[in-house]
């Protein structure tokens, strides 16, 4: 079995991700840290030599290619970045015959899990003010509604509201479980929202 999750920054996905793997009994991987390893360099500085989001998400499409590919990822799973499903990424995931997934929360959930890093990917502690906190989550919010539409793509929806990880990982291989068998692993069977 190889799982692609997605959903927006801050859902979980690299958490629930790693309890999902260890659930199913198979390898973990995060693209994000996979492209730092590839490149050598943090997203941050990764990004701002690439010049535009699409250019870089060019380039890390590079290293998802190469990890599908990999012996140790033929039964994985693997947390994409919120555009996931949306070209250039969706020109690789569509053939991988992988069960896409989409990780959804509230989005006061997702903003106080939010996490701040600087350009070297180390993490900074930062107090919100009131309206740093409106801020976060319009954007959060409006971040929800612009991958809203790729995310339609996905095999299932699952909502983690109120879940710790574990119990997440546990709902995500319910829905899993759930799914009818797709044909040689190219039939998309969309729309199972599992609530």
């Given at each position: 079995?190889?799982?692609?999750?997605?959903?927006?920054?801050?859902?979980?996905?690299?958490?629930?991700?790693?309890?999902?793997?260890?659930?199913?009994?198979?390898?973990?991987?995060?693209?994000?840290?996979?492209?730092?390893?590839?490149?050598?360099?943090?997203?941050?500085?990764?990004?701002?030599?690439?010049?535009?989001?699409?250019?870089?998400?060019?380039?890390?499409?590079?290293?998802?290619?190469?990890?599908?590919?990999?012996?140790?990822?033929?039964?994985?799973?693997?947390a994409l970045p919120p555009s996931g499903l949306m070209?250039?990424?969706?020109?690789?995931?569509?053939?991988?015959?992988?069960?896409?997934?989409?990780?959804?929360?509230?989005?006061?959930?997702?903003?106080?899990?939010?996490?701040?890093?600087?350009?070297?990917?180390?993490?900074?502690?930062?107090?919100?003010?009131?309206?740093?906190?409106?801020?976060?989550?319009?954007?959060i919010k409006q971040d929800m509604t612009y991958f809203?539409?790729?995310?339609?793509?996905?095999?299932?929806?699952?909502?983690?509201?109120?879940?710790?990880?574990?119990?997440a990982a546990k709902k995500i291989k319910l829905a899993?479980?759930?799914?009818?068998?797709?044909?040689?692993?190219?039939?998309?069977?969309?729309?199972?929202?599992?609530?």
């Amino acid at each position: 079995m190889k799982v692609l999750l997605t959903g927006v920054s801050c859902v979980g996905k690299s958490t629930i991700g790693a309890e999902l793997a260890a659930l199913l009994g198979i390898p973990f991987f995060d693209l994000d840290t996979e492209v730092e390893a590839f490149f050598q360099t943090s997203i941050g500085f990764l990004q701002a030599q690439c010049g535009s989001m699409h250019a870089y998400r060019t380039k890390a499409c590079r290293v998802l290619k190469a990890l599908l590919s990999r012996t140790d990822a033929q039964e994985c799973v693997i947390a994409l970045p919120p555009s996931g499903l949306m070209v250039p990424y969706w020109n690789v995931v569509k053939g991988s015959r992988a069960t896409l997934v989409v990780v959804q929360d509230d989005p006061i959930n997702i903003l106080n899990r939010i996490v701040f890093f600087d350009n070297n990917a180390r993490p900074i502690h930062k107090e919100l003010t009131p309206a740093e906190h409106q801020h976060y989550l319009d954007e959060i919010k409006q971040d929800m509604t612009y991958f809203g539409r790729s995310y339609a793509k996905a095999d299932a929806t699952v909502y983690i509201e109120g879940l710790g990880p574990g119990e997440a990982a546990k709902k995500i291989k319910l829905a899993l479980d759930s799914l009818p068998k797709q044909n040689g692993g190219d039939a998309r069977t969309r729309a199972s929202r599992v609530r």
